[in-house]
């Protein structure tokens, strides 16, 4: 998770270098300015897109972690219930032991 956001970190600073390029290509002249202009604004979008779908990779991860901490804490009960009934169980075959000896 930590390098996913670390990632995406990198790639919004390379979208921001990207975005100070491109105004430095806006002062140059004539048709390279326009080659130059239009090749960075492609990479600005690409970047932007990048960094939108690790946001969604990033909620992904976030969501599957909870759902498997609920996942685990929900075993626990059912395991924490089980010992519960086994016991309660054992108790009541013990009491009816009694019961039958007497």
């Known amino acids: 998770m930590l390098k996913l ?3 995406k970190s990198d790639l919004e600073a390379s979208w921001e270098k990207t ?3 491109s105004a430095l290509a806006y002062q140059l ?6 080659e130059v202009s239009t090749d960075l604004d492609g990479f600005q979008g690409t970047l932007r897109e990048l960094a939108d ?3 969604t990779v990033i909620e992904e991860v976030r969501t599957l972690g909870m759902s498997s901490e609920l996942m685990k804490k929900s075993m626990r009960i059912i ?7 086994k016991v309660d169980i054992e108790h009541i ?4 032991r009694e019961d039958n000896n007497t």
């Open 53 to 55: 779908n690790l946001d």
């Open 5 to 7: 956001m670390q990632l």
């Open 79 to 85: 395991s924490d219930n089980e010992e519960s009934y």
């Open 19 to 21: 975005r100070e390029a």
């Open 93 to 96: 075959q013990d009491e009816m």
């Open 29 to 34: 002249d004539g048709e390279f300015r326009q």
